[in-house]
């Protein structure tokens, strides 16, 4: 599949009169495909949105490159910045003292859009989501989530084929969150267009990406389909869920399993590999006297594998390759697994 985006040993190192070097992203180099969403994932500081602000154009980088569709961000700018639109957190995307509809008029007018093409896109985009009928009022009276539509709007109006959105439903209503993400859904499968996703919510780019980037510390955790990631952490792991409180001494008969009380129970979670086990895990403790209320098989989510994962950048080491060779077994241990 053809690369829309290509970062290539991307660098991007502040330095300070007093102090030493900040390095906010460190030999960066990944390839993001045409027509995907892609989820850009990381803590606070790690260097994504550096990272989207190398390829927007507005941050020069210390080292390497970034290509949209070819085009190389430094070299060919005008041809560069007419393959992206942008939503970026924390500034301000839109001019707040002009109307919704002179906002679209004017960064469409300025991504080459002109004429009646631009009228008749505006009007589409505004009614999609749902500003027609305050198109003409100032966008610093609109709430926080109408502001973001029409960001979002201006960042479609000249119908870039690839779409950056930094934290596009931060402080967002349910219902305001869910409209955003239906037009994430419908520029990728509707439209064909590649969306890179950054948030720090994990439900959601579990259920929008197609692909996952994890960055820790400026560095490149992993680059993933989602699919594949959550395959890597999805072992044969069971929870047992017991009547009333387990002594210590008979829960420590239950070897590579790790209990937790929930609602006045016990709970134990652990890895089997074979049913038979599983069998004989149940026999033990009726013998034991011991009420099974259930047993379920748990499944891995990407909020989980995004906290260890980090956790392993931060002692310096990682087994995801072993992982992904088969020769590391997932061990639940964080609560909850």
């Given at each position: 599949?053809?690369?829309?985006?290509?970062?290539?040993?991307?660098?991007?190192?502040?330095?300070?009169?007093?102090?030493?070097?900040?390095?906010?992203v460190?030999?960066?180099?990944?390839?993001i495909p045409?027509?995907?969403?892609?989820?850009?994932?990381?803590?606070?500081?790690?260097?994504?949105?550096?990272?989207?602000?190398?390829?927007?154009?507005?941050?020069?980088?210390?080292s390497?490159?970034v290509?949209?569709?070819?085009?190389d961000?430094?070299?060919?700018?005008?041809q560069?910045?007419?393959?992206?639109?942008?939503?970026l957190?924390?500034?301000?995307?839109v001019?707040?003292?002009?109307?919704?509809?002179?906002?679209?008029?004017?960064?469409?007018?300025?991504k080459?859009?002109?004429?009646?093409?631009?009228?008749?896109?505006?009007?589409?985009l505004?009614?999609?989501?749902?500003?027609?009928?305050?198109?003409?009022?100032p966008?610093r009276?609109?709430?926080?989530?109408?502001?973001?539509?029409?960001?979002i709007?201006?960042a479609?109006?000249?119908?870039p084929?690839?779409v950056?959105?930094?934290?596009?439903t931060?402080?967002?209503?349910?219902?305001?969150?869910?409209?955003?993400?239906?037009?994430?859904?419908?520029?990728?499968?509707?439209?064909?267009?590649?969306?890179?996703?950054?948030?720090?919510?994990?439900?959601?780019?579990?259920?929008?990406?197609?692909?996952?980037?994890?960055?820790?510390q400026g560095?490149?955790?992993?680059?993933?389909?989602?699919?594949?990631?959550?395959?890597?952490?999805?072992?044969?792991?069971?929870?047992?869920?017991?009547?009333?409180?387990?002594?210590?001494?008979?829960?420590?008969?239950?070897a590579?399993?790790?209990?937790?009380?929930?609602?006045?129970?016990?709970?134990?979670?652990?890895?089997?590999?074979?049913?038979?086990?599983?069998?004989?895990?149940i026999?033990?403790?009726?013998?034991?006297?011991?009420e099974?209320?259930?047993?379920?098989?748990?499944?891995?989510?990407?909020?989980?594998?995004?906290?260890?994962?980090?956790?392993?950048?931060?002692?310096?080491?990682?087994?995801?390759?072993?992982?992904?060779?088969?020769?590391v077994?997932?061990r639940?241990?964080?609560?909850?697994?």
């Amino acid at each position: 599949m053809a690369a829309a985006i290509e970062i290539d040993g991307l660098s991007k190192i502040y330095t300070k009169r007093n102090g030493p070097a900040v390095v906010a992203v460190d030999n960066l180099s990944l390839s993001i495909p045409a027509g995907q969403i892609f989820g850009f994932l990381g803590s606070n500081g790690a260097g994504k949105t550096t990272t989207i602000k190398m390829a927007c154009g507005l941050v020069l980088p210390t080292s390497g490159s970034v290509r949209l569709h070819g085009h190389d961000v430094q070299r060919q700018r005008g041809q560069a910045m007419r393959q992206i639109g942008a939503v970026l957190e924390g500034t301000r995307n839109v001019y707040w003292r002009m109307t919704a509809w002179q906002n679209l008029l004017y960064f469409g007018r300025i991504k080459g859009v002109t004429g009646k093409g631009l009228k008749e896109r505006a009007e589409r985009l505004l009614r999609e989501l749902e500003l027609w009928e305050r198109r003409n009022d100032p966008v610093r009276d609109f709430s926080r989530g109408m502001q973001q539509k029409v960001a979002i709007a201006c960042a479609l109006v000249a119908d870039p084929p690839i779409v950056l959105l930094d934290e596009p439903t931060l402080g967002l209503d349910v219902q305001a969150g869910r409209t955003v993400k239906r037009w994430v859904e419908q520029l990728a499968r509707g439209e064909g267009k590649t969306v890179v996703l950054t948030t720090h919510q994990m439900d959601l780019a579990e259920s929008l990406c197609d692909r996952v980037a994890i960055m820790s510390q400026g560095k490149l955790v992993t680059n993933r389909p989602t699919g594949e990631l959550l395959d890597l952490f999805r072992q044969e792991t069971y929870e047992l869920r017991f009547r009333g409180r387990m002594e210590e001494s008979v829960a420590a008969g239950f070897a590579d399993f790790t209990p937790r009380e929930e609602n006045g129970h016990t709970i134990l979670s652990g890895t089997i590999s074979q049913h038979d086990r599983l069998y004989r895990l149940i026999e033990m403790a009726e013998r034991q006297g011991l009420e099974l209320l259930g047993v379920a098989q748990a499944e891995p989510n990407l909020e989980e594998i995004f906290v260890e994962l980090l956790e392993q950048a931060g002692k310096g080491e990682s087994n995801l390759e072993q992982r992904a060779n088969g020769r590391v077994p997932h061990r639940p241990e964080r609560e909850g697994v």
